[in-house]
């Protein structure tokens, strides 16, 4: 969602500002904005709606330098997308705040700043925060003094970076719920809600903690944590380089994202699985004791990781012959789960800042499960640090708002975990090593049903005047349908609804006709047959179909029925992964086609930080 960066130093920190809002569009934003102190000490600030290109223009137009400032691009909460709230927000004498997250009793803390006299040019909660640090500020005299006392009267979620033209040698931090970091450098420093924002200037960097307060100067860094105590913060070296997140070759980010998958996948694998063997110990040293002695799993996720999730069910239950449920964490924080005897807690998030998703797992810390594993991408994430075990997916940055490769590598690592909990529900080593045999070979797989993208490209040409598509699976291909309606809907626009195959005759069959093509995933499977079944009633009806299948499916082209034939030998255990692949390239085609904005589709964000 919104990204913050700002940096100290004895440079014009002005290009490093906007280098790091331009890695940072991926998140989904609506406005830019840009604040930095020049020589004269005076507060020079620029404003847009749009995207960084208007901000990179308009500093063209009015050029700005400085070796302190903060910039934001902001995704909006409270107030439509305007230049006048847009971040920064400024309050008097020339005090300057960047902001991310929503805070909930800003009307309660706006109503008393209008008591005092100060008046408001936004809608923002944030500029309620601006006013409030000056109206401290005028009594404790001291800026970092003015932040804590500020901070503790916040109800909400908010990531804070403050300058002032009568304090500028620092920058001050807050983080409460909301990501921030501190890139170290060579007596210079920066800050952002995102290592990847700060690449290009370091790979050294302080991850703040929940209620941590920081001072920022070109050669030092203070923290103080929610109590009060001054506190030192391990310094993380990121394995990530400045280049990790280039589109290289590619026309769009989510385009080199589905075609990175075949990498990303062997690389989850990668010395986690050696000689038809799991390695237990790759997620975390407690792990196989925690496994041995689980009894049920419930996994937690949001969106795209939800129906990572969803495909896990299914093969928990019938591989590993234990419960599972699988719950949205919006959902599960406001209700009373029963926690059974020795659950396991699984949260799966690409980020591992999802709000509710890291909600979920501090509610389920004070309800009594046996452990905590996390399935993430960024190692440095709040959820990762939070959480007891942990499996890494190895993705590489994902910019693309509509996730692929983080699916396919959440798929990868929920088949190590049901290896995992098989060895311990009596799986022997023979049947150990076909499972690992099958994901092993997954990066081939997919490489092969890559080769689609042709077949697939001239197929999209089908939706160009469709504003309305069903995709049917069965069993856990269901969950792969509703992920392919998912993608169609985030990207093209295109109303998508996905149903369970068996579902079609209570409800969704009223809807077919010859305008509303009909995607099935068809593998051979114990459910091809009711699936084929199925297929017929769409037929019966005038509708369209359109079939990824297996080739011994025995499903053949006819008059509307379009039949994509898949690579052969995919089992069971691979094909949620394999037949995944044709419904991204598909989703990706037919935005192509519709000139919508793929990487960054209209309201929408990468990483959803608040509630």
């Known amino acids: 969602m919104c990204g913050i960066v700002g940096a100290i130093a004895e440079r014009n920190i002005v ?17 830019a904005g840009i604040a930095v102190l020049n020589g004269t000490q005076q507060l020079k600030r620029l404003r847009t709606v749009g995207k960084v290109k208007a901000l990179e223009e308009a500093l063209e137009q009015n050029p700005a330098h400085g070796n302190v400032g903060i910039a934001h691009t902001r995704w909006a909460t409270h107030g439509v997308p305007s230049e006048r709230n847009a971040h920064p927000h400024i309050s008097l004498d020339g005090l300057a705040i960047v902001h991310n997250g929503i805070i909930e009793n800003h009307e309660e803390l706006r109503a008393d700043l209008q008591r005092h006299g100060y008046t408001f040019a936004s809608e923002t909660d944030t500029e309620v925060i601006a006013h409030r640090i000056h109206h401290h500020l005028e009594r404790v005299k001291d800026l970092f003094k003015a932040v804590r006392a500020t901070v503790a009267e916040l109800e909400g979620a908010y990531a804070l970076a403050v300058v002032s033209e009568h304090d500028p040698d620092r920058i001050i931090l807050a983080r409460e719920g909301c990501p921030v970091v501190i890139g170290l450098g060579v007596e210079e420093n920066f800050v952002a809600s995102d290592v990847a924002a700060l690449l290009p200037v370091t790979r050294r960097f302080v991850f703040l903690e929940e209620g941590d307060v920081a001072e920022i100067r070109r050669k030092s860094v203070r923290i103080i944590d929610k109590e009060g105590n001054s506190v030192d913060r391990p310094v993380r070296e990121s394995e990530l380089s400045a280049d990790a997140a280039e589109k290289g070759q590619y026309r769009h980010y989510m385009l080199k994202e589905i075609h990175e998958q075949p990498r990303a996948v062997a690389n989850t694998l990668q010395e986690r699985v050696a000689n038809g063997r799991l390695l237990e110990a790759a997620f975390g040293p407690a792990a196989t004791e925690v496994f041995k002695r689980t009894e049920h799993v419930h996994i937690v996720a949001c969106g795209t990781s939800f129906h990572a999730a969803s495909v896990a069910r299914y093969l928990i239950e019938q591989i590993c012959k234990l419960p599972c449920s699988v719950e949205i964490a919006s959902e599960y924080r406001y209700r009373s789960p029963v926690v059974m005897r020795n659950s396991l ?54 910019i693309g708002v509509a996730s692929t490769k983080a699916f396919t590598t959440q798929l990868a690592a929920l088949g190590m975990l049901i290896v995992a909990l098989a060895k311990h529900r009596g799986a022997d080593a023979e049947r150990e090593r076909g499972l690992v045999t099958r994901l092993i070979e997954l990066p081939s797989l997919i490489e092969k049903t890559l080769a689609l993208d042709p077949v697939i490209e001239e197929l999209a040409k089908r939706f160009a005047d469709k504003h309305h598509a069903l995709f049917l699976g069965r069993g856990l291909l269901y969950p792969v349908a509703m992920e392919g309606a998912l993608k169609l809907k985030e990207i093209s626009y295109i109303h998508a609804e996905a149903y369970a195959a068996g579902e079609l005759k209570h409800g969704p069959l009223a809807l077919v006709d010859a305008d509303m093509p009909v995607i099935a995933v068809a593998p051979n499977n114990d459910l091809l047959e009711k699936l084929k079944s199925n297929l017929m009633e769409v037929r019966a009806r005038g509708g369209e179909l359109i079939v990824f299948a297996d080739p011994e499916s025995g499903i053949t082209p006819s008059d509307g029925v379009t039949v994509i034939t898949m690579p052969k030998h995919v089992t069971y255990f691979q094909a949620p992964a394999v037949y995944t692949i044709p419904l991204q390239l598909l989703a990706y085609h037919v935005a192509i086609l519709k000139g919508t904005d793929v990487d960054q589709p209209r309201n929408l964000a990468k990483s959803v930080t608040v509630e």
């Open 15 to 31: 290009p490093i500002l906007m280098e790091g809002l331009r890695r940072l569009e991926y998140r989904g934003y609506d406005s």
């Open 345 to 398: 807690f699984v949260t799966i998030s690409q980020s591992g800042e999802t709000a509710d998703t890291l909600a979920a797992l501090r509610l389920a810390k004070e309800a009594g499960y046996l452990s905590s594993l996390a399935i993430c991408n960024v190692p440095e994430s709040s959820l990762v640090r939070e959480s007891e075990l942990v499996m890494l997916t190895r993705a590489g940055p994902e």
